[in-house]
């Protein structure tokens, strides 16, 4: 450092003020103090945690015993010989088909009508976006209540109707709780959705309409292509959440050590992954499993962006600089 | 538009309204009702007599105000130390050049995208070698790093004040940590606004991270909520439950209701420009 220093002064008189003298320098010394807590914690509390996990995978460690042996990637091939977690992961896929496209869905109709100019638009948006505030636990023992068997709002209207009361929160009804209890939060889709289409300039809306343009050209025209970059940031972020989702886990049991008691139409990816660490004590293979899950979300990540590659419209280069 | 047609939108709307609060309803409804109505079907859609005595019930069924107070700590250990954390970082990245700040800046976006869940785990595992579990320690290291996207919501709004502020302030003989407590932070308060919201509700209803790091007595009202009222047979007592969860959920519906420009500008401007 101070040899740069040395280099970049060489006529600098001696009595002018220290802080003029290397600005490049103290500007990147500064930029590095400031930068400094988020570079540690994310080595400390991601890069570290993921090796870790990488190096407990290559291992049959159980979490107690200090007997832990190296097994390479022994793991791994067994992650492609347990059926529970292939089956859970395409269950997980399954999951993600149905409730991502319908919350962005639901969201965007949601956006357009709220988008018009209607009286207490400001109040109505407020109130159908309410869940999506509401805490996961919550929303889950909600749903619980309102699926209840006996007790529950589902079974009330069914017996209205003459129907016949449906046990919901066991197989084969409980997924479709699930489902339901996902899309109720579709309004943080609706949010994102109006931000987008108030980023529209109304000129082109306005262009089109002169020209003769009917609604419906204009919305599939202008605003949903001008529109594709939002839902692709919504259908990316969609997908890294479901493939993440243990919701099923509040829906049952509500406890980690209880992962193993989910119904199976709900056992997903990340409650086979629970119930491997803490009710089977398998941390070698659940760290495997873990790496596994992160290999496929980076890959339908960059398969998601390089199939929409064609479809989604940017106004500005997407890397572009401000 | 047409009369018809805006009245015809705003009763689809009103309707979508009412089913999108159905469920609450349904939740403040079951949380007043009695044991011998919940035992009744088809079930009541309001209770006949309001049962209050639900509510004081499910504070002394389980240890509610224990874990109302490990929630509020966990909240404002997390909440304080990420705001100022993530301002004081997104200032650097707004304000201050140096090599390698572009790739820094690649690596913090991309780290948006990153499962959390994944490094989580490995986290909790770490955590309890180093005898770290059962304390909130934890949280002040999450907090401390700060949150990508609240750096980034700072760095967007730091880097939109004027160049002249600063150069005042150096001119003055101001240091940048100076001009960073003196003159940025001051002015940042819608973005701090945001912040606190989006932390607080995080942290409120995280369930994952106590369920993992804490044990029972140490846990938050979210834990405590998933797992409690069970009667002596092991069933749930779903008044009991419904009660907890509407003094559970209620803080951050009030907190939404008050401060609503804030939730939502916190997640319109969430990465998408």
């Known amino acids: 450092m101070s040899v740069l220093t040395e280099v970049r002064r060489p006529a600098a008189p001696a009595a002018v003020d220290r802080r003029k003298k290397p600005p490049g320098l103290r500007k990147a010394r500064t930029f590095y103090l400031f930068v400094a807590p988020w570079i540690i914690g994310f080595v400390a509390l991601t890069v570290f945690p993921l090796g870790y996990a990488f190096w407990l995978s290559l291992t049959d460690s159980d979490g107690l015993s200090p007997r832990t042996h190296f097994v390479g990637f022994e793991n791994y091939v067994a992650i492609f010989h347990d059926p529970l977690t292939l089956s859970s992961l395409g269950r997980t896929g399954l999951f993600a088909l149905v409730t991502v496209p319908l919350s962005i869905f639901a969201g965007l109709l ?3 009508m709220l988008n018009q100019p209607i009286k207490g638009r400001g109040l109505l948006r407020g109130l159908i976006y309410l869940p999506a505030v509401v805490p996961p636990v919550g929303a889950a023992l909600t749903f619980r209540l309102i699926f209840d068997r006996d007790a529950g709002a589902a079974n009330g209207v069914l017996s209205g109707l003459g129907a016949n009361p449906i046990t919901w929160l066991v197989d084969p009804n409980v997924r479709y709780v699930l489902y339901a209890l996902v899309v109720w939060g579709c309004g943080g889709s609706m949010i994102i959705s109006l931000a987008g289409l108030q980023d529209i300039p109304r000129e082109l809306l306005e262009a089109a309409q002169v020209d003769g343009a009917s609604y419906w050209q204009s919305f599939t025209r202008i605003t949903v292509p001008l529109l594709s970059p939002v839902i692709l940031f919504q259908v990316i972020t969609g997908v890294i959440g479901s493939l993440q989702s243990f919701a099923p886990l509040l829906l049952s049991s509500g406890s980690l050590s209880g992962a193993g008691t989910v119904p199976q139409g709900n056992y997903l990816y990340m409650i086979h992954v629970f119930a491997q660490y803490f ?34 419209f940017y106004t500005v280069e997407p890397e572009g600089k401000k | 538009m047409t009369r018809t047609y805006r009245w015809a939108l705003s009763i689809v709307l009103l309707a979508v309204v009412l089913v999108m609060l159905s469920p609450i309803l349904w939740l403040v409804s079951t949380s007043l009702k009695s044991p011998a109505e919940m035992a009744s079907f088809p079930p009541s859609w309001w209770p006949s007599a309001p049962r209050f005595a639900n509510y004081t019930d499910a504070i002394s069924q389980v240890n509610f105000i224990g874990a109302t107070q490990n929630s509020l700590t966990i909240a404002f250990i997390s909440t304080s130390l990420t705001t100022l954390s993530s301002a004081w970082v997104g200032f650097g990245f707004a304000r201050l050049t140096a090599p390698g700040k572009k790739q820094l800046f690649v690596v913090l976006l991309a780290t ?141 519906l009030v907190l939404f209701l008050f401060m609503q420009r804030r939730f939502v500008s916190g997640f319109s401007t969430s990465g998408i420009k």
Not at chain 2, 223 to 228: E, L
Request: include cysteine; proline fraction near 5%; hydrophobic fraction near 60%.
């Open chain 1, 110 to 112: 949601l956006a357009v």
């Open chain 1, 279 to 312: 009710s089977a004590s398998r941390f070698g293979y659940a760290s495997a499993m873990l790496w596994m899950l992160f290999a496929v979300i980076l890959l339908v990540t960059l398969l998601i962006i390089k199939v929409s590659a064609r479809t989604v």
């Open chain 2, 112 to 252: 948006m995208m990153l499962p959390g869940i994944v490094t989580l785990v490995p986290t909790y595992l770490i955590f309890a070698k180093l005898h770290m579990v059962n304390t909130y320690w934890p949280w002040v290291a999450w907090g401390l790093g700060g949150s990508a996207f609240l750096i980034f919501l700072f760095r967007q709004f730091f880097a939109g004040i004027p160049r002249e502020m600063e150069e005042a302030a150096i001119i003055d003989g101001c240091g940048y940590v100076g001009i960073f407590w003196r003159i940025f932070l001051p002015q940042s308060w819608p973005v701090i606004a945001a912040s606190v919201i989006l932390s607080f509700t995080h942290a409120w209803g995280d369930f994952v991270g106590p369920a993992m790091f804490l044990s029972q007595d140490s846990t938050t009202l979210a834990v405590a909520m998933a797992t409690g009222y069970v009667n002596d047979k092991g069933l749930p007592m779903n008044n009991l439950v419904a009660a907890g969860a509407v003094m559970y959920v209620l803080p951050v």
